[in-house]
Nanobody, 123 residues
Framework: QVQLVESGGGLVQAGGSLRLSCAAS????????MGWFRQAPGKEREFVAS????????YYADSVKGRFTISRDNAKNTVSLQMNNLKPEDTAVYYC????????????????RGQGTQVTVSS
């Protein structure tokens, strides 16, 4: 059974930082592109960032480029999202998703998805 479990969310002031983690089990992690999406109340699901299964390629939404960094550790089956200079508009539930050997970008639906972790940025 595949599980993706996010952690690291919380409440932070604007300009602060958070680091999200996603622990994967039940899949061959090194064969999956991993991505982060977010969804704010009343808004559509939004792509945030992704990293290729090999870790040698990353892709970011324009809204987070230069502020967020995605990374992965294939030995530990984890993917992380370092979020710096957070803004109130970053407030959302953040989900990690996994897709087998394919790109994750805007509009992509992952093969698997976690339950999400809440990020709230106060102004």
């Amino acid at each position: 059974q595949v599980q993706l479990v996010e952690s690291g969310g919380g409440l932070v002031q604007a300009g602060g930082s958070l680091r999200l983690s996603c622990a994967a089990s039940g899949l061959t992690f090194s064969s999956y592109t991993m991505g982060w999406f977010r969804q704010a109340p009343g808004k559509e699901r939004e792509f945030v960032a992704s990293i290729r299964w090999s870790g040698d390629s990353t892709y970011y939404a324009d809204s987070v480029k230069g502020r967020f960094t995605i990374s992965r550790d294939n030995a530990k089956n984890t993917v992380s999202l370092q979020m710096n200079n957070l803004k109130p508009e970053d407030t959302a539930v953040y989900y990690c998703e996994a897709k087998w050997r394919a790109m994750i970008a805007e509009g992509t639906i992952g093969d698997y998805r976690g339950q999400g972790t809440q990020v709230t940025v106060s102004s």
